[in-house]
């Protein structure tokens, strides 16, 4: 009889805190001469287990997706795991009866082995578009990190909602946006995401490559956008294993 693999997270996200949607998103680094092996790895042995915990009722669902733009001569290479819990449960850890006390020992070895860095991000999901539940998600991410300041959060809230039921308009297949949770104060560089899927990679650069002529009430629409939030960052991601 095989005994049980726990799967330890550096940090746990409660899925329900007053009945919203939360995520949790991990960053894991690791050298780029190592992405081969750690992706083998996530879909034959980790992608398995978090399913394990879907059809148990304990998780909602799992992404792993890889970020596409690192920087020129970059070493490493940076994947966003994206965890949904099951609303009202609270997982310190995953347990699994798929492989031996030796297996499990050894993949974990070797998960740990492959780290470069790690990091956390909780996310109070606000609204999405196009996505349904239980589907996985398209093929292609992009995340926009936001800085919004800490006392026009709500107006910021109502303009993306107002927006967002647009995203097809934009050639988008699906459209998000989330608060980051676990780090507050009016200093934090980044306190929202917004996530703009779509189903090819050719559609982002497409999008990247056109440079818009803006009306004059197109520009004073984004220019009044612009001035409550402040785009810090944006990731490329590629989506590489899903469970629902």
């Known amino acids: 009889m095989k005994k049980k693999i726990t799967l330890i997270l550096a940090w746990v ?4 805190i007053g009945h919203a949607q939360m995520a949790y998103m991990e960053y894991v680094t690791v050298k ?17 287990a978090h399913k394990e915990q879907i059809d148990k009722g304990n998780k909602l669902g799992w992404d792993m997706w890889m970020i596409e733009n690192n920087s020129y001569g970059e070493p490493n290479t940076t994947f966003v795991y ?6 009202g449960t609270t997982l310190t850890y995953n347990e699994s009866n798929l492989f031996s006390a030796y297996e499990s020992t050894l993949h974990q070895s070797g998960y740990h082995n492959r780290i470069v860095k790690t990091g956390q991000l909780t996310l109070g999901i606000k609204a999405t578009y196009g996505t349904k539940a239980g589907a996985k998600p398209p093929k292609y991410l992009v995340v926009n990190y936001m800085t919004v300041d800490l006392y026009q959060g709500t107006t910021y809230e109502a303009m993306e909602l107002e927006y967002g039921p647009k995203y097809a308009e934009n050639g988008r297949a699906a459209w998000g ?3 980051v949770l676990n780090r507050f104060g009016a200093d934090q560089d980044v306190n929202y995401l917004t996530f703009d899927f779509y189903n090819s990679m050719e559609e982002i650069l ?3 490559n056109n440079t ?3 009306t004059k009430a197109q ?4 220019k009044s956008m612009d001035k409550l939030r402040t785009l810090k960052n944006s990731h490329i991601m590629t989506l590489i294993a899903s469970e629902r």
């Not at 994206?82 to 609303?87: E, I, S, T």
């Open 13 to 16: 996200f409660a899925a329900s």
């Open 32 to 48: 780029n001469t190592d992405v081969a092996t750690h992706i083998a790895a996530e879909k034959s042995i980790f992608s398995k």
């Open 82 to 87: 994206v965890h949904f819990n099951k609303p």
């Open 177 to 179: 946006f989330g608060k």
């Open 206 to 208: 497409e999008m990247r």
């Open 212 to 214: 818009a002529s803006f």
């Open 219 to 222: 520009l004073t629409q984004w």
